[in-house]
C-alpha cells in the first residue's frame, strides 16, 4: 500500500482480554517501529524491528506485551490479559532503513480496555 | 528525567510572529534529532531533521547544540497553519524516542 497500514483503527476490549494490533508497514520498509501515546504525550517507544529481528524491545512495559515480525513485513503487537491502564493510542511506523531514515506513521489502532 | 524534554506550552502566537522552541536530550551518545509535526488526533510527520551546523527550510530553522544537548526550533513569520504541536526526537542506537511535544496556537 501507499502508507502505513494499521488495523484495527478501533477496539473496544474488556479487562483480561487478550489483543492483537496488526502493522503494514510500506513496502521495501526494512525497519518497523512499535509506540504508544497517551493524550497530550509524545508518542513512547515501545519495540522496533530491523527485517524480522527485533532490534530493541527495551520500551515494551511489562511481559503482557510482545511483538513480532516474522517474514519481515507485517507486524503483530499482542497485549495479554489487558488492563485498563492499557487504554491508549498504538501507532506503528516503518523506515527503508534504519531510523537515520524518515520513519512514516501509521493513523495508529485506538484501544480502550473497559 | 524524561530522556528528551520540552515545554509543553501551549505557545499562542499572533500571525506573522516569530516563535522558538526548545528541547534538551539527556543521552550524549544520541546520534540525530529531528523536528516532527503533529496535528489533533492525526499521526507525526517529519518536519525537518536537524544538523550541527544548523540548517533551514523555508520559514523553519534548526539548530542543535552538542556541547549542551541542546535543540531548537524557529518559525518566521507564522501562519494560521503552523498550529499543530512540535515534537523534538532523538535518535539513541536505532530508536527515536520523542519529546512530549509542545504546542503552539497561532491567532489571526
Known amino acids: 500500500g501507499a502508507g502505513v497500514s494499521q488495523s484495527p483503527r478501533y477496539k473496544v476490549t474488556k479487562r483480561g482480554q487478550d489483543v492483537a494490533l496488526r502493522c503494514d508497514p510500506i513496502?521495501?520498509?526494512?525497519?518497523l517501529y512499535w509506540y504508544r501515546q497517551a493524550l497530550g504525550q509524545g508518542p513512547e517507544f515501545l519495540t522496533y524491528?530491523?527485517?524480522?529481528?527485533?532490534?530493541?524491545k527495551s520500551g515494551l512495559p511489562n511481559d503482557r506485551f510482545s511483538a513480532e515480525r516474522p517474514e519481515g513485513s507485517i507486524s503483530t503487537l499482542t497485549i495479554q490479559r489487558t488492563e485498563q491502564r492499557d487504554s491508549a493510542m498504538y501507532r506503528c511506523?516503518?523506515?527503508?532503513?534504519?531510523?537515520?531514515?524518515?520513519?512514516?506513521f501509521g493513523e495508529g489502532s485506538w484501544l480502550t480496555v473497559v | 528525567r524524561k530522556e528528551v524534554e520540552q515545554d509543553p506550552g501551549p505557545f499562542n502566537v499572533p500571525e506573522g510572529a516569530t516563535v522558538a522552541f526548545n528541547c534538551t536530550y539527556s543521552?550524549?551518545?544520541?546520534?540525530?534529532f529531528f523536528w516532527y509535526r503533529q496535528d489533533c488526533r492525526k499521526e507525526p510527520k517529519l518536519l525537518m531533521s536537524?544538523?550541527?551546523s544548523g540548517n533551514e527550510d523555508g520559514r523553519f530553522t534548526a539548530q542543535l547544540n552538542r556541547a549542551s544537548q541542546y535543540i531548537s526550533l524557529l518559525i518566521r513569520d507564522s501562519k494560521l497553519s503552523d498550529s499543530a504541536t512540535y515534537l523534538c526526537?532523538?535518535?539513541?542506537?536505532?530508536?527515536?524516542?520523542f519529546g512530549q511535544g509542545t504546542e503552539l496556537s497561532v491567532k489571526p
Open positions: 511506523a516503518s523506515s527503508l532503513a534504519g531510523a537515520g531514515n524518515t520513519i512514516y
Open positions: 513496502s521495501g520498509h526494512v525497519s
Open positions: 524491528f530491523n527485517y524480522e529481528a527485533q532490534q530493541d
Open positions: 543521552n550524549s551518545a544520541s546520534q540525530s
Open positions: 536537524v544538523y550541527s
Open positions: 526526537v532523538a535518535n539513541q542506537g536505532g530508536k527515536l524516542i
